[in-house]
């Protein structure tokens, strides 16, 4: 099964300074078919204005990824943590028994692009934590940034999910096999890729399931995409 969510077809929220698109249900925007997927459970597609940002807020039992696509993220949290995250920059919080934290345009010139992606942990209650890394070899391959455990130097995200990025030149191609029983799912980032026979452009989705292998190649120009390989 190859299920296309289009980018128009997501819910948004606009507030002036944050435009946000939902692929799955969010906030004031609710729809029983598009819950999540597996463990998958928000991808929000945001935009911050200059000097914009979510204020201190709390998160409990939920991983979080923040993924930037252009500007810079400035994050603090209740951990201590502060940090600066940048393209190319993989951020995962493991809020467990609750953490509170900040999000906002690290720019009073420049807006900030990012998905935040959010996945349901393997089991409630662990001890919050806070990881960064920096990822620049996802030109031309499937690079792993977030794993279980932490393999080929992936951040560890608490589920049964491995993350991968790419950036794909026009008509560069990269595959992926599932084994039994996983789940997949594309988020295009930015471009278009071509996902065996279907076009995906900036901002779809596409849910994978029963499906052996796909191929990913960058159309109209390129693209810059995520896959997720998940336990249902």
């Given amino acids: 099964m190859l299920y296309h969510r289009k980018a128009d077809a997501r819910g ?6 944050l435009d946000s698109r ?3 249900s969010f906030g004031q ?5 598009f819950m999540g997927f597996g463990p998958l459970r928000v991808i929000n597609d945001d935009r911050v204005a200059p000097g914009g940002g979510f204020g201190t807020h709390g998160h409990r039992d939920m991983e979080i990824v923040s993924y930037v696509l252009s500007g810079s993220l400035a994050h603090k949290d209740s951990l201590g943590t502060g940090s600066m995250i940048v393209p190319g920059d993989v951020q995962r919080m493991s809020a467990g028994t609750g953490i509170q934290h900040s999000e906002f345009n690290g720019s009073q010139t420049e807006p900030v692009h990012f998905l935040q992606i959010w996945l349901l942990p393997a089991r409630a209650g662990i001890a919050p934590s806070y990881e960064q890394k920096s990822f620049a070899d996802r030109d ?6 977030a794993s279980p455990d932490g393999r080929d130097g992936s951040v560890t995200i608490h589920t049964g999910a491995d993350l991968y990025a790419t950036i794909l030149k026009d008509a ?4 992926h096999t599932f084994a039994a029983g996983r789940l997949g799912w594309v988020q295009v980032a930015r471009g278009a890729v071509q996902v065996n026979d279907m076009l ?11 499906v052996a292998a796909i191929t990913l190649t960058g159309a109209a120009g390129g693209a810059e995409a995520l896959l997720f390989d998940m336990g249902r």
Avoid: K, Q
Wanted: glycine share 12%; hydrophobic share 35%; no cysteine.
């Fill in 12 to 17: 948004r929220a606009d507030f002036g300074w």
């Fill in 22 to 24: 939902h692929t799955f």
């Fill in 29 to 33: 925007y609710h729809d029983p078919n």
């Fill in 140 to 145: 031309g391959r499937l690079r792993l940034v």
């Fill in 172 to 175: 560069e191609t990269v595959h």
């Fill in 200 to 210: 995906l452009e900036e901002g779809d989705g596409l849910a994978i399931a029963d």
